[in-house]
Structure formats: structure tokens, C-alpha cells
């Protein structure tokens, strides 16, 4: 038994280092992007609402058609719909870097809509008590909206952060690199079950820690529970 | 001179045959450091009568002069100017629940730009002025209801505003704490000159602290004028199922006098009632009663009918007015 795990290690050991970091350089590098798109889009469309502090009924109808158009599109068609584009972002339509624009692309519509969400849980009291003391809409949205919304915005993050996971294994059948490349090549084109159940396994085991990371944190630095 | 005026306002909701008319041609005018009560029974229009005095809702048509100025026209930038000057606090408190009851305070003064030593240094002050100065790093989950309030007060005096509006300020809140918040309120008006506009259904909350008073029933205002006034004399239907107890038809009473007591939490009113049997012999008729025994201590009003007896009227009187915690009014008969 011993024996098996050290010659399956001495072949794969090396891929499986190298698969876990690229899994993990996609994950964080896109959850940033998609992040840095989706927050203000998910603070637009809930403030740009008719009962929001910036009514915008134009405004907020396009950007939800966008949201909605970049969500309907399954993830794999989309990478292959704009790779054109990626090329021209990164320079590249396959490996890591060519992953990271069609991962960005397809989550920020989604973490636009987790954030949507997770402002419209605060409560409307403390903004219309904002707003009685002269805020602007700046100033609600950091100094009322993302703060108070925090505990939620940071269990959103985690649903966020693992749906891109998922989206990094389907971009490895394309050539994007990472576990869900190592699962496709070796555990089935090239029929090593070990290999397809190690894959499975870590990615579990990396599921679990982000979820259980994140629920931790959201759960500390919520105030309203004594 | 008034510090807030309205003149003819009205605020419509959805147009066409949906349109509903929360208020309707509301005239009225808050005197600077007066505690003006605003009171109807709920769908009155009474919370949108009160955001129209900081345009939290905009009014259909008519003039909100705050201060000398008309706000109605004012700028986005200029309104969020004004409404440094008039505060308000709510039923429900609306704490910000991430932030500590010190940094609730100091919430105000960063939307007005103050250096954060100095926030802090003003919020000590306020927190120590609302009786909480040992529980600055509170969240508002660790307060009590009454608490809660405190720390809205002091978030709301924080940047010296001279109006401070409390929509159901106290509905959320026992009566022992509604009977405290009160009294602060109106050390505030007293110590601080501030005006307070307060909107309550609850008459107690009037005869408590208001000088003077506006009944608003279907958006429209009953009737106006000096709190001693409407309570001994309510002109009309609403006035009267409002300031007696049960709604008692005050026409349908016995020729003799009658009175109105209201108990502010001092001993509990069935000691009264015997005491002014045993003490000076005199019986009174209970006509109605809408009273509340907390703790001991009584709260409600009750309207009792005097002996016929002149003299023993005046006794009976004289004992209620010296009895400590409890207000009297001579009911005026409506015939």
C-alpha cells in the first residue's frame, strides 16, 4: 500500500504540486478581477433602483440586462464565444492566463448579483436614518450599505469563490491548466482512476476549507450576533 | 418665530384612480424650542407629515420653510446641508449594527467632515450627556431597547441641530422606559433649547411633554393648539376617542363635573381611588378608565365624575392635584 502511494507520488507528485498552484493562482487572480467588476456593478444595480438612493430606471435596466446576459451564458461557451477577445486582453487563448479574462468575464455578472442581495438585506431604517442626517449617496453606499452588508458580502464571497473553482475545472478541459486538466488528461484520457480520485479529492478538501475559512470570518466580524 | 412652517402642503402617492392622499392641505407652524406633538391614529399620515419637515418624502405641493427657508427648492448639496440641522430618530432605533454606540455618534460628524479625535471627543460628551458613558463600546445587539434610543438621542444632537424630529420615538419601548426617554427629551428641550416634533398615536406621550399639539385624522388636520386646551376641551370626534379613555362619549356623562386623570408611573391608582374615599370621604364615579399597573407604579388615564356636592367637588379635587406623578383636567361639557 505504501509502495503504491510513493510510486504513484514519485509519477504525479510533481503535476499534482503544479495543478494545485495553477488552480489557485486562477481562483485568486479572477476572484480580484471579477470583484473589482461586480462589486460596483452589484452596488449600481441595487442602488440605481426606483426605491433606491440613486433612481436611475434606465441606468439600472441595462446594467441588469448585462448581468442577465453574462449569466445565461453557460460558462464553457462563453470562453469559447470570447476567445478572441481574451487573446487580446492577455495575449493568449489557452493556459493559466488565458482562463483568468473568461473566468472574470463570467462571474462578475454573478458576484454582481450576490452583492445586489447582500445589500438589499440592510436594513432601509438605517439608510433613511442616513440619509436624515445629510449623507450622500457616496457616503451611504462605504459608509452605510458595504459595512452593515459585510457578514453577508463575505458569505457571497465564498459562494463566489467556489463557483469559480468549478468554472477552472471545466476551463481544464480546453487546456487551462490546474486539477480539472490533471482529472480530464490523466484521470480520463489516460485512464489512471487514482489520478481522476485524487483530483476529486483535493478539490473537495479545498471547497471545504473555503467554505469553513469564510463562514468563520463572516460569522466573526458580524456585530449583530452578541 | 416659528422654526418650522407648512403652509398648505400636500403629499399625493401614484397618480390616476391609485392615487392615494396621505395629506392634504396640512397648515402648521412649530415654534423654535417648543415640544410639538403631532398625533393620529395609525394611517393618519403622521410619519409622511414628519419626513415632509426634512424632505425625506417630497410634498405633492405646498411650502416646508425650516428656519427662515424654504426647503422645497433647495439643491440636493443644500438640502443635505439643512438636514444637519434637523435630526430625527425612529421606532426602531435604526442603529447602524456594526459600529459601536461611540462610533454611532461619531457617524454624523464624518458625513460633516469632523477630525476623528474631535468626533470622538464630541460623542464622549453626548454619550455622557444621554447617561450611557459606560457602555461607548457597546454594539447596538448588547443594548436594551431603551438603550437603543439613548444612543439614537445622542447620534442625533451630535452635530447641535435645532430641530429634532421623533417619529414613534418610544412605541417600541415598555412603559417605564417610554416614561425615561421622555423625561430626557425633555431635559434636552429644556438644557439644549432644541425643538422637538413628535409623532406618537399614544395621547400619554402628549400630555407627557408637549406644549402644544396637531390631531391629524385621514390626512388632514382635526385640530391644533395648546395640549391643556384640547384635553379639556376636544372639539372633535377624533380629539375626543383620543383623549378619553376607551373613547368615552363625553355627552352621554352625567350633569356633574367631570375630570380626566392621567397617571405618570407614581403609585398604582387603586390606592387613589380608596384614599380619596377614606382620607376625605369623597366618592367618585370611574366613567372610564384605560390604565396600566407596571411594576407598581400606574400609568393611563381615567376619566371620574365628581360629586354633585360643590364642596366636596373642591375636596376631592385638591386631594388628585396633590398626589404626586398625576396630572388633572376639568372636562368642559359639550352640549
Known sequence: ?226 | MPIIQIEHLTKTFGTGESAVHALEDISLSVEAGEIFGIIGLSGAGKSTLVRCMNLLERPTAGSVVVDGQEITSLSNKELRKVRQSISMIFQSFNLLMQRTALDNICFPLELAGWKRADAVTRARELLKLVGLEDREGAYPAQLSGGQKQRVAIARALATNPKVLLCDEATSALDPTTTVSILSLLKELNQTLGVTVVVITHQMSVIEEICSRVAILDGGVIAEQGRVEDIFSNPRTEIGRQLVYPGGVRIDKLPPSRVIRIAFNGGSSYEPLIASLAIDCGVKVNILGADTRNIEGKAFGTMLLGLPENADEAARALNYIRSQPNITVEEVESHD
Open chain 1, 1 to 226: 500500500m505504501t509502495e503504491a502511494i510513493t510510486a504513484f507520488w514519485n509519477q504525479y507528485g510533481e503535476l499534482l504540486i503544479d495543478g494545485t498552484a495553477d488552480t489557485f493562482v486562477m481562483v485568486i487572480v479572477s476572484t480580484i478581477f471579477a470583484y473589482l467588476l461586480g462589486l460596483p456593478l452589484g452596488v449600481l444595480l441595487n442602488i440605481t433602483q426606483p426605491h433606491g438612493i440613486w433612481p436611475h430606471k434606465w441606468l439600472n435596466r441595462i446594467l441588469g440586462w448585462i448581468v442577465n446576459v453574462g449569466r445565461s451564458l453557460p460558462f464553457i461557451i462563453l470562453m469559447i464565444a470570447i476567445m478572441d477577445f481574451t487573446k487580446l486582453i492577455v495575449g493568449t487563448k489557452i493556459g493559466v492566463k488565458g482562463a483568468i479574462v473568461p473566468l472574470v468575464v463570467s462571474a462578475a455578472p454573478f458576484i454582481a448579483r450576490m452583492v445586489e442581495t447582500s445589500l438589499a438585506e440592510v436594513d432601509a431604517g438605517v439608510v433613511e436614518a442616513a440619509q436624515s442626517m445629510g449623507a450622500s449617496v457616496p457616503q451611504i453606499v462605504w459608509k452605510v450599505y458595504l459595512p452593515e452588508a459585510k457578514p453577508s458580502l463575505i458569505l457571497g464571497a465564498s459562494i463566489s469563490i467556489i463557483t469559480i473553482l468549478a468554472y477552472t475545472a471545466i476551463a481544464g478541459a480546453v487546456g487551462a491548466g490546474g486539477l480539472g486538466d490533471l482529472a480530464i488528461r490523466y484521470g480520463y484520457q489516460r485512464k489512471v482512476p487514482s489520478m481522476m480520485w485524487v483530483t476529486v479529492i483535493l478539490i473537495i478538501v479545498i471547497v471545504q476549507v473555503i467554505q469553513s475559512i469564510f463562514s468563520w470570518l463572516s460569522t466573526k466580524v458580524d456585530k449583530r450576533l452578541r
